[in-house]
Each structure stands twice: as structure tokens, then as C-alpha cells.
T-cell receptor, first 113, second 112 residues
Framework: ETGVTQSPTHLIKTRGQQVTLRCSSQ?????VSWYQQALGQGPQFIFQ???????GRGNFPPRFSGLQFPNYSSELNVNALELDDSALYLC????????????FGPGTRLLVL | GEDVEQSLFLSVREGDSSVINCTYT??????LYWYKQEPGAGLQLLTY?????DMKQDQRLTVLLNKKDKHLSLRIADTQTGDSAIYFC????????????FGKGTKLSVIP
């Protein structure tokens, strides 16, 4: 059974650019959540997808958007990057029968210059 | 809004027990979690407890929940150098909303 994978591992962008981060869920998991972890902080919930629909959103502006695909993989898109978007972006997946247990991927570290 | 508080640092000697504490404010929290993060890595789910439980034990880990005081603790018995990491407390309301609210993490340093 493969765990949650994310790509790329590291990324450098400049202010104003757009970025797409990718996540493959753990096998059998149909729910994906995205979190942003700034340096020295705990992760902050961005949004969750279930059956390709957004199923809850945290306090993030609309320039943070996502997609979930029929194979349950997911993308996080961030437009008009700001310096404060520099963070570790974590994806977590869970199954429909055990939504209370979320398993995290290794994350994508984004640096905005 | 929901808030989860943890002390930032804890230092223990190898072989001793570690106790990491957490308080939360959301009385509707249904699930409470402990995650471990090693440097440069993602989060590893260590254990979680349902709000109608007082205690959960899993090998070297013991979780205690005082729902009245909204206090959660994680005890690690016989702490090893490999336990050095940041430990995050988190809560979720459950019942259709499983978004996790995390504390800032407690950095555990184990002295050989």
C-alpha cells in the first residue's frame, strides 16, 4: 500500500507568479485535505475535497484553489503569489469510512522571492 | 474561533518519560490527535482519542484527556533519541467536518 505522495518536493517562484502543487492520495482514500505550514507554526487548513467537490475551506483567499480528479489525486493552485505564501504545503488523505484519520504526505516546500 | 495551545519546548534525558501538554478551546471537539514531525518531513499520525474516552494507550504512548478542563497530554515512556521531533496537538469537530486545527507544536529534545 503506497502512502501519500506530493510533487515537487521543492519549488522557487517569484512574486506574482502562479504555482500548481500535486498530491496522490493513499490507496483507497477518497478525501484529500491541503494545509499550509509556515516556518515555526502548526499547519493551517486550506480546504478539503471529497468526490471531486470542495467540502470545507479555511480562512484562505480565493487565489488558493484546488481540484480533485476521478482517481482521487489532487492539485493546489495558488495565483498571484505573495512573499507570505512561502511555506511547506501538506496534503493529507483519508478514507470515507475513517475520515477522522488523515495521513500526511512529505510536503512541498515553496519559496516565493 | 478554535485555538490549540502547547508549550514550545521540552527537554528530557534518554530513558525518562516525556509528557507533552495541550489545551484547546473548542468544546465541540470530537477527536483529538497527536502528530509527530521530524526535520524536513511531513506529519506522522501517532495516535488519536475520541472525546468520550479518558485514556488511550498504545505501546510507549499514553494519551490522557480531561474534557472538563479541555486538556490533552501525551506521555512517552522510556524516551529515546529517535523521539526527538516536534509534536503537534490537533483537534477536529468530527460529524462531517474533519478539518484539523493544530497547535504550534512542542519541540522535544532528548539528551543522551
Amino acid at each position: 500500500e503506497t502512502g501519500v505522495t506530493q510533487s515537487p518536493t521543492h519549488l522557487i517562484k517569484t512574486r506574482g507568479q502562479q504555482v500548481t502543487l500535486r498530491c496522490s492520495s493513499q490507496s483507497g482514500h477518497n478525501t484529500v485535505s491541503w494545509y499550509q505550514q509556515a516556518l515555526g507554526q502548526g499547519p493551517q487548513f486550506i480546504f478539503q475535497y471529497y468526490r471531486e467537490e470542495e467540502n470545507g475551506r479555511g480562512n484562505f483567499p480565493p487565489r488558493f484553489s484546488g481540484l480533485q480528479f476521478p482517481n482521487y489525486s489532487s492539485e493546489l493552485n495558488v495565483n498571484a503569489l505573495e512573499l507570505d505564501d512561502s511555506a511547506l504545503y501538506l496534503c493529507a488523505s483519508s478514507s470515507a469510512s475513517h475520515q477522522e484519520t488523515q495521513y500526511f504526505g512529505p510536503g512541498t516546500r515553496l519559496l516565493v522571492l | 474561533g478554535e485555538d490549540v495551545e502547547q508549550s514550545l519546548f521540552l527537554s528530557v534525558r534518554e530513558g525518562d518519560s516525556s509528557v507533552i501538554n495541550c489545551t484547546y478551546t473548542d468544546s465541540s471537539s470530537t477527536y483529538l490527535y497527536w502528530y509527530k514531525q521530524e526535520p524536513g518531513a511531513g506529519l506522522q499520525l501517532l495516535t488519536y482519542i475520541f472525546s468520550n474516552m479518558d485514556m488511550k494507550q498504545d505501546q510507549r504512548l499514553t494519551v490522557l484527556l480531561n474534557k472538563k478542563d479541555k486538556h490533552l497530554s501525551l506521555r512517552i515512556a522510556d524516551t529515546q533519541t529517535g523521539d526527538s521531533a516536534i509534536y503537534f496537538c490537533a483537534e477536529s469537530p468530527g460529524a462531517g467536518s474533519y478539518q484539523l486545527t493544530f497547535g504550534k507544536g512542542t519541540k522535544l529534545s532528548v539528551i543522551p
